[in-house]
Nanobody, 126 residues
Framework: VQLQASGGGLVQAGGSLRLSCAASGRTFRDYDMAWFRQAPGKEREFAAAIRWSGGTTQYSDSVKGRFTISRDNANKNMVYLQMNSLKPDDTAVYYC???????????????????WGQGTLVTVSS
């Protein structure tokens, strides 16, 4: 299984970025996918997650209302994170992750995920 994250970069505060994650190596039916992030000197934290069907999503309080996670209807191996109204505090390496379906309460827990991508750096300048 491979997860390839892309779309990171440098953006000014208030701007937008769209991250993409391409999963390959197996059939991902009934796999949940998520985005986590890790800022320098901090622990990895949950940002957003989505069910295989795309019908259920979950967001951390820090990104709710600004970020949107989505799954390509034609190719459910692709997941996106649309990030709007970016803040300097959003600066981090963003990782996509996937795992066979877990309980809703476990979607935000890093240890729930079996597979991780390499990360893409997002830098938000003030």
């Amino acid at each position: 299984v491979q997860l390839q994250a892309s779309g990171g970069g440098l953006v000014q505060a208030g701007g937008s970025l769209r991250l993409s994650c391409a999963a390959s190596g197996r059939t991902f039916r009934d796999y949940d996918m998520a985005w986590f992030r890790q800022a320098p000197g901090k622990e990895r934290e949950f940002a957003a997650a989505i069910r295989w069907s795309g019908g259920t999503t979950q967001y951390s309080d820090s990104v709710k209302g600004r970020f949107t996670i989505s799954r390509d209807n034609a190719n459910k191996n692709m997941v996106y994170l649309q990030m709007n109204s970016l803040k300097p505090d959003d600066t981090a390496v963003y990782y996509c992750a996937t795992t066979p379906r877990v309980a809703y309460s476990a979607l935000s827990v890093p240890s729930s995920y079996n597979y991780w991508g390499q990360g893409t750096l997002v830098t938000v300048s003030s």
